[in-house]
């Protein structure tokens, strides 16, 4: 269901967003600018998945709607 669903994009935005941030930081040993975007893109989207558990939390259960 939806709740799944939501689970499994939580956890794909944390890892894909931490994996970028950590490209970013080994590329910006070698293209500053390239590597500072990496980062802050990776950031803002592991916020976004810890934001959405935020939101998972406040969901009522598997009530129907």
């Not at 669903?5 to 944390?14: N, Q």
């Not at 810890?50 to 709607?65: E, F």
């Amino acid at each position: 269901g939806f709740a799944q669903r939501l689970h499994h994009l939580i956890w794909a935005l944390i890892y894909g967003g931490l994996l970028t941030l950590v490209l970013g930081l080994a590329t910006a040993r070698t293209d500053n600018v390239l590597g500072w975007g990496l980062i802050v893109v990776g950031a803002m989207v592991a916020a976004a998945g810890v934001v959405l558990i935020g939101v998972r939390a406040r969901m009522k259960g598997d009530a129907p709607h």
